[in-house]
Structures are given as C-alpha cells and as structure tokens.
C-alpha cells in the first residue's frame, strides 16, 4: 500500500542510492533529518 496524503506523496519512489545520496547530503550538511517508517500504512496512523 502507497500513501498519497501531500505533495511529495505522489512523485516517484526514489532508489536505494537516491536515498543513501539524500542522506549523506543531510548529514555533510549538519542538518537535523528525520526518516519516518511505519510497517502497518494506513492513513490513521500517519502524520
């Protein structure tokens, strides 16, 4: 199941090294950064 609940919600899935890039700017960058999971997404319990 997919979320599209805001903006972002709706472009496309990034790849694995996308996300390690993402992250690895966040971080040589001295930026607070937050990653969200949840193994169970249902609306409800998103925010």
Known sequence: ?????GT???LPDLTEEQIKKQ???????NWAINIEYTDD???????
Do not use: G, W
């Open 41 to 47: 997404p249902h609306p409800r319990n998103s925010y």
């Open 1 to 5: 199941m997919r979320l599209t609940q």
């Open 23 to 29: 992250v690895d700017y966040a971080i040589s960058q």
């Open 8 to 10: 972002f919600s709706f």
